[in-house]
């Protein structure tokens, strides 16, 4: 099954609970006003691989618990998601998905592939990003409209001990010098970072 992909991290901490493997798809239906990640829309623009070839780097490159899901919109792309979920499970990973649709969207849809995608998911995270409702008191979310959704025991234990986890970001460079930042920050701080690291 071929993705449509904008980024591949084999490891992160600041995507989902503990150190996890990232797939950041292309192409976003959605398009949230004030999106962070507004290159993802168009589905021009990414890389098409092989879902097997994304397993295989994720089982065999470094020891992560799981992998997480993000966009774009991952329920634009949930059968191969589906597939590629179901073969990291398959392996005793956990996933989590971010999406910008509600749970209840989702399940009220009655779509085979939404429903595979759900049944592969721990971690559910939903809502689009809304500028007017910024709060980022909780990890991995940048509004307080969205949404933990424990939709297996895998991470049951965090839901009463969010608040305790911070948010952070990663900054990597890029071997053709572009500068990649994920996870989630004062968006303020990422700018003067940005702006000031040119001399590293």
Not at 24 to 40: L, M, S
Not at 89 to 104: A, I, P, R
Not at 130 to 156: A, C, E
Not at 180 to 196: A, E, P, Q, S, T
Request: hydrophobic residues 35%; aromatic residues 8%; neutral net charge.
């Amino acid at each position: 099954m071929k993705l449509n992909l904008f980024q591949f991290t084999p490891t992160t901490e600041v995507e989902g609970p503990g150190v996890r493997a990232c797939i950041q798809v292309q192409g976003c239906p959605i398009r949230c006003p004030d999106c962070g990640v507004p290159q993802t829309w168009q589905k021009r623009g990414g890389t098409i691989v092989d879902s097997n070839y994304l397993v295989k780097q994720i089982l065999e490159g470094p020891l992560v618990e799981g992998v997480t899901f993000l966009g774009g919109e991952p329920f634009a792309q949930a059968t191969v998601l589906a597939d590629i979920a179901r073969k990291l499970k398959n392996n005793g990973l956990s996933v989590v998905t971010f999406t910008g649709y509600t749970l209840e969207f989702l399940q009220n849809a009655k779509r085979q592939d939404y429903e595979e995608l759900l049944k592969q998911t721990d971690l559910l995270i939903d809502g689009p990003f809304q500028k007017d409702k910024i709060d980022m008191s909780r990890p991995w979310v940048g509004s307080s409209n969205q949404r933990y959704h424990f939709l297996t025991s895998r991470y049951q234990h965090l839901a009463s001990n969010l608040e305790s986890i911070p948010n952070r970001i990663e900054v990597r460079l890029k071997s053709d010098g572009r500068m990649f930042v994920n996870g989630l920050g004062d968006i303020d701080d990422i700018r003067y970072l940005i702006k000031n690291c040119h001399g590293i």
